[in-house]
């Protein structure tokens, strides 16, 4: 046995140093590994946390106040009422245009748009436009590049775009404004129940009053352009404030 042990012991130590090395280096893979998933797991969470900074800067109220400008077709006309309501309690200045019978071409091929903003120094637009176009065939194919071309237009301010308070079903003009602007920047008006001028299209000034209040409701909790819009503590009289009226082309 003494024998036995004698010439296998020198085996049994170089085994034995094997062994020991080869534990010591899967050790250090195995640590290797693990930091390499660790710093993985710390970049992915810090790039989350980076994302979700980005959206929260992104949707973050603005606070100070305003110079609005309200312009669009005609259904515009009537929401400055209870819109100037919000201004004036939230210390915000409100012009207001409307174009009769304005569409998205007459916005994109002219420099309307831009003028008004140069002329009042706004800093936020409520764009009120698509009750014309209601009854478009082949929408998407005649007027997407429109919608395109005042996006374009409306880069350098903080704005949103209010759709038509649809009096009978539309062709698409939605479904595209949606697809296009997306539910951040698109408020849908078609839903919403109207009472209606002798008409029958646009919407009561009482109407307009509710409606202005859903607007501003979804710019507080959905829109991309927050701004401060608290709750009127009181209502305007019906005398101010005035409109710019601009005429068909």
């Known amino acids: 046995m003494n024998y036995f042990f004698k010439k296998t012991y020198p085996f049994l130590i170089i085994v034995l140093i094997y062994a020991f090395i080869i534990f010591q ?33 992104r949707y973050k109220v ?30 915000h200045k409100l012009s207001t245009v409307t174009w009769v019978s304005g569409n998205t071409k007459w916005f994109a091929k002219t420099d309307t748009i831009n003028y008004y903003i140069d002329k009042y120094s706004a800093s936020y637009v409520i764009l009120v436009l698509g009750s014309n176009e209601l009854f478009i065939k082949d929408i998407s194919k005649n007027r997407t590049k429109f919608v395109d071309e005042i996006s374009n237009k409306l880069s350098k301010v903080k704005w949103v775009w209010i759709g038509p308070p649809n009096w009978k079903k539309d062709s698409g003009i939605n479904k595209m404004l949606m697809s296009k602007l997306t539910q951040d920047k698109f408020f849908l008006s078609e839903n919403l129940k109207f009472q209606r001028q002798k008409d029958g299209m646009h919407p009561t000034v009482k109407s307009c009053s509710m409606w202005v209040d859903s607007i501003v409701n979804w710019i507080n909790n959905t829109s991309r352009s927050r701004i401060l819009l608290k709750t009127p503590t009181k209502e305007r009289k019906l005398l101010k404030p005035e409109a710019i009226v601009l005429k068909p082309i």
């Open 25 to 57: 280096i899967n050790l250090s893979i195995s640590k290797r590994i693990y930091n390499l998933n660790f710093a993985k797991k710390i970049t992915k969470s810090e790039n989350i946390h980076f994302e979700n900074n980005k959206l929260k800067d």
């Open 62 to 91: 603005d606070s100070t106040s305003q110079k609005i400008l309200l312009i669009g077709d005609s259904m515009s006309k009537w929401l400055r009422y209870r819109l100037q309501d919000y201004c004036e309690e939230n210390n």
